[in-house]
């Protein structure tokens, strides 16, 4: 290859997603799930793989996959089997793991602007506990095996390469996690491990439709680090190829500490599964009563919530998409509206442009926002109040009064602008002079004297009027 | 006590709920007897009985070591199980045992039930009573020399290929492979799990009807399992008036010893005597039966082998590291016939020959499978040597495993098709059993009953170690 | 037909330790079942739709309900390596 360093690189990325399901029990056995019990004690012969044991399908993981499909536009398959993917490793007991292959319960679907290529059901493996000091494997002689995990139902959902930035992988990621915790399907806490994200990043030429050599980023689990994973990974790409290299195929860990990337597997050691139609299992078709079920069980899903937003509350698109599309904001908002008073796109503004809003009680929320709107405080001041609020908690009535942040009464305040001016002929004489910015000085003046509770739109349109501008 | 030896199970169950015999008498006879037995038949001799009351009370039982009982030494015939005491009893024999039969003991088999002579077990071979310098057949082979001896009143087997049927026909005794899915596989340690079914050895069809009505049922732990659409019926019937008998050319000339044809010549004699018609029925694709199981049998095997890792159960050997733990403890635990057999799995799974090999084997199933269905819209039961040849001599086929694998010629093709077939003694050639194998469409076990036992009453095989034991 | 490399690679897969003596066996034993089983490979089995499952039924589910699961000293006793709660084994990725 030849070295062109004008040549433009379009990243492709593509993601494959493991979500937990908050079903009761685990996926072939009755035992309960698990939730940080002592090790090895929500176990049996069947999800320890062994002799003589045969799986059983649990029917609420079949019910969860299906609402999942359907939520996703997925092509439910009339009929899908189970099969086993072979490998050895010590967290997986039958040394092979019952997933599904060519035949999988859903097939090509939809989440706004990223197609799904297709979602199955499979068993988790355990977890394996490694004793060196630093917890990492490398360092360890022995580790210890933690079946509890094991066999804990998973729906794998795989994307079509439609992601072009990592930043849009991050947000459509979040849009699948919100869209996963309105089903209630899933804990999708990518802590705890119920949401793990792998992504499958290429780069290909401007224009090109020639996919490039792809590598696979495992297990990133949190959005940041997803995206600055992805990041740090078409950058080692780009330069690969502007080197005149070429892109090999392997498996790649994201050590979001040191923020570099190292391999896990090349394409050398890539597994053969030898996957077979698992004999133990018949097919899942599901009947007009499944289906049924499933979709009666869809809730009001993101992009159907957005356009709610739009169109019953008046909210534009974009703020109604941001809303609707990171859950816990919309589930906020949603609350915060209910209060008495609160103007729905003034909440709104709130919600999505003030960090500190998340961490706020809804009904304190709306309450502060009303105080606002009601000119009970100023917009500035606000802004305090809602950090208290977020740290502390409270009542932002109680905290304005405190902090004596209140908003001054219009003559109060207008006594005080009468004083500045007076105080600050010279900017007075500018602006007279027609230097506009001048006004600045005046402003600042009120503002310190009103230490910031006074609301600078305000403050601006009452100088103006006393100079008669 | 010599006549109390001599009773069948069906006679002994009778005469206890009578209050003739007492169980505890039966009891010590048998159990002495198992402890005595020097045929190695035997892994495990029990010291208590443990059945409960119930139409089956006092028989004891023999149970294959391929079945799990809890807190029992289970090894599978193989070594890498060695030690091992299941935490779990399968359901077969939670059934039996609450039909009242106490398990008696552990039989001796080829190792993971792979083999046709029980030379491949990892604690010895088993000699036939009939002729100690010969094998019992397989992998069945201690159930079957238990009951041909004497030492076990009946015992249940398993057969994926033959393992009830041949060792059966070489031992002189009765045994009946089911329809696939009429007893539950749950706790029977898997070798093939798309033909393993369990069945019963006995000294005559009456007792196996017995026996196989206790062992009967759907059960939830094991979703290929299936209610038998009818209650089975102890036979009685002596006539064979219009029963139809299809007569497979491919399965009843070249191949088959002169001994043997001799003995099934003789035997269609006696099923034209006894009112039943005969006809050539085709089974063009039963001479493929024996590749497509040597690719099907041996890639489910390798799959079901592998949780037989070190981790969790059996032995474990190697030097330190993950990899040498795996290829170690493998490598000592396993026999040669299973390691060949993982191996010609392993192989015929693998990519890029998945196609060639395992597709290929599944079509043939289903060519098999349409041969019986053609066959069976023009007949009832379909009549063939079980074994094409008499017990041979211990070592005889130990080098030359095609040789080996050939003498299931005429048993394979059944599971193939998940069809039930019985073998029960025609008579002697040179000395030695040869068996008559009836089969049947799909839960047709009532009239495979019927008509063996009309014609077991017309043979009047009265030979037999038991008898004189 | 199946050579040593192949013997040796399949045995990886399943991870199995042959000796020098059981590759060369291996693989002419296997080399000759082979050719045994290559009969198959005669038939016409064009539109012949394989048989996975024999049993024709379907949607085999099992209530979502919990059941108890083993206590932890039943379950580690067979264990080879037992720690005090868990399977110990020699760490992957020495």
Not at chain 1, 24 to 45: I, V
Not at chain 2, 53 to 80: M, N, Q, T
């Amino acid at each position: 290859m030849t070295r062109d360093p004008d040549r433009v690189y379009e990243p492709v990325i593509g993601l494959e997603i493991h979500v937990q399901l908050s079903t009761r029990t685990k996926m072939f056995c009755g035992c309960a799930l698990s939730f940080g019990e002592e090790p090895n004690t929500r176990t049996c012969p069947i999800c320890l793989g062994h002799p003589g044991v045969l799986p059983v399908i649990n029917a609420e993981a079949v019910h969860y996959a299906l609402m999942i499909g359907m939520a996703l536009e997925c092509e439910i398959a009339d009929r899908s089997i189970f099969h086993r993917k072979q490998y050895f490793y010590p967290d997986n007991p039958k040394a092979y793991q019952i997933s599904q292959y060519d035949v999988p319960i859903c097939g090509a679907g939809q989440l706004d602007d990223v197609r799904i290529h297709r979602a199955h059901l499979e068993e988790d493996a355990a977890k394996l506990v490694h004793a060196g000091a630093s917890g990492r494997i490398h360092s360890a002689e022995h580790s210890t095996v933690d079946f509890n995990r094991a066999g804990t139902p998973l729906v794998e959902i795989v994307t079509e390469p439609d992601l072009h930035e990592p930043k849009a992988a991050g947000e459509w990621l979040r849009l699948l996690r919100a869209t996963l915790k309105r089903l209630g399907v899933s804990d999708v806490n990518m802590e705890e491990g119920s949401l793990r994200c792998d992504a499958n990043v290429s780069l290909r030429h401007a224009g090109s439709a020639t996919l490039g050599t792809k590598t696979e980023l495992k297990n990133m689990n949190s959005f940041r680090f997803l995206e600055r994973g992805i990041e740090a990974e078409l950058k080692r790409q780009e330069a690969i190829l502007r080197d005149g290299g070429e892109v090999e195929q392997e498996t790649l860990h994201f050590d979001p500490q040191s923020g570099t990337l190292s391999s896990l597997r090349s394409k050398e050691e890539a597994h053969d599964y030898r996957y077979f139609p698992e004999p133990d299992l018949v097919g899942v078709a599901p009947t007009q009563a499944m289906l049924d079920r499933a979709r009666e069980a869809l809730p009001e899903l993101p992009a159907a919530r957005a356009g709610r937003f739009e169109s019953e509350l008046g909210l534009p698109a974009d703020t109604a998409k941001l809303l609707a599309f990171r859950s816990e904001l919309g589930d906020l908002y949603e609350e915060a509206l209910s209060a008495d008073g609160v103007d729905p796109k003034t909440l709104a503004n709130w919600v999505t442009q003030e960090s500190a809003a998340a961490d706020v009680e809804p009904a304190a929320l709306a309450k502060l926002v009303v105080m606002v709107s009601e000119k009970a405080v100023s917009a500035a001041a606000a802004r305090q109040v809602l950090g208290v609020l977020a740290s502390e908690g409270g009542d932002p009535a109680a905290i304005v009064e405190q902090q004596g942040l209140g908003a001054q009464g219009a003559d109060e305040l207008r006594e005080i602008v009468d004083r500045a001016i007076a105080e600050n002929g010279d900017a007075v004489e500018k602006i007279k002079a027609g230097k506009s910015q001048a006004i600045g000085a005046i402003v600042g003046a009120v503002m310190r004297e009103t230490k910031g509770r006074a609301d600078g739109g305000e403050v601006q349109s009452l100088i103006r009027q006393k100079l008669e501008l | 006590m010599t006549e109390l030896a001599q009773l069948t199970a069906a006679q002994a169950a009778e005469k206890i709920r009578a209050r003739e015999v007492s169980a505890d008498e039966l009891w010590t006879l048998y159990r002495e007897r198992a402890a005595a037995d020097d045929l190695n038949a035997y892994m495990w001799v029990a010291d208590e009985p443990d059945g409960g009351d119930g139409p089956l009370a006092g028989v004891p039982l023999a149970v294959k070591d391929l079945f799990c009982v809890e807190g029992v030494p289970s090894y599978a015939g193989s070594r890498i199980l060695e030690g091992y005491r299941p935490p779990y009893t399968a359901t077969s024999v939670s059934k039996l045992r609450e039909a009242g039969a106490p398990v008696l003991g552990k039989t001796n088999m080829d190792e993971f039930a792979m083999g046709s002579s029980n030379e491949n077990s990892g604690f010895g071979p088993v000699e036939n009573p009939w002729d100690r310098e010969r094998v019992p057949g397989g992998s069945s082979g201690g159930s079957a020399a238990a009951v041909a001896a004497g030492s076990a009143p009946w015992a249940i087997g398993t057969d994926t290929g033959g393992s009830i049927r041949q060792p059966a026909a070489l031992c002189g005794i009765v045994g009946l492979k089911p329809t696939y899915g009429a007893v539950s596989r749950y706790g029977m340690i898997a070798f093939a799990s798309s033909l393993d079914q369990c069945g019963p050895l006995t000294r005559d069809v009456t007792d196996a009807a017995l026996l196989f009505r206790h062992m009967v049922g759907k059960d939830p732990c094991d979703s290929t399992s299936l209610e038998f659409p009818e209650d089975i019926t102890l036979p009685s019937t002596e006539s064979l008036d219009g029963v139809r008998f299809g007569v497979p050319p491919e399965l009843t000339g070249e191949g088959i010893e002169d001994g043997v044809k001799a003995v099934f010549d003789e035997t269609l004699k006696k099923i034209e005597g006894l009112g039943g018609k005969l006809e050539e029925v085709a089974l063009p694709h039963s001479p493929h039966a024996i590749a497509a199981y040597y690719v099907i049998a041996p890639a489910e095997a390798s799959a079901n082998l592998s949780r037989y890792d070190g981790v969790r159960f059996g032995i474990r050997e190697g030097n330190g590291d993950l990899l040498s733990m795996y290829e170690e403890t493998r490598a000592a635990g396993f026999g040669a016939e299973v390691k060949r057999r993982i191996m010609l799995g392993t192989y015929a799974l693998s990519s890029g020959y998945y196609e060639a090999y395992y597709g290929r084997a599944q079509r043939v199933r289903t060519k098999i499978a349409d041969d019986f269905r053609e066959a069976f819209a023009k007949v009832d039961l379909i009549v063939t040597p079980t074994s094409p040849t008499v017990a041979f001599k211990l070592g005889e086929r130990t080098n030359d495993p095609w040789a080996m694998y050939l003498a299931d010629a005429c048993t394979v093709p059944m599971p193939l098709a998940g069809i039930p077939a019985i073998s029960i003694p025609g008579g002697l050639a040179d000395g030695l059993p040869v068996g008559i194998q009836l089969a049947g469409p799909a839960f047709s076990e009532n009239r495979i009953f019927d008509a063996a036992y009309a014609l077991e009453q017309a043979i009047g095989f009265e030979e037999g170690p038991w008898r004189d034991a | 037909m199946i050579d040593r490399e192949q013997v040796l690679h399949v045995a990886r897969l399943a991870r199995l330790r042959l000796t020098d003596d059981e590759v060369e066996r291996m693989s002419s034993e296997l080399s000759t079942i082979l050719d045994h089983i290559e009969k198959i490979s005669e038939l016409d089995l064009e539109n012949v739709e394989p048989t996975s499952h024999v049993v024709e039924v379907e949607n085999v589910l099992r209530a979502d309900e919990p059941r108890e699961s083993w206590p932890r000293e039943q379950i580690l006793e067979p264990a080879p390596d037992a720690a005090d709660d868990g399977f110990r084994v020699p760490s992957p990725g020495q």
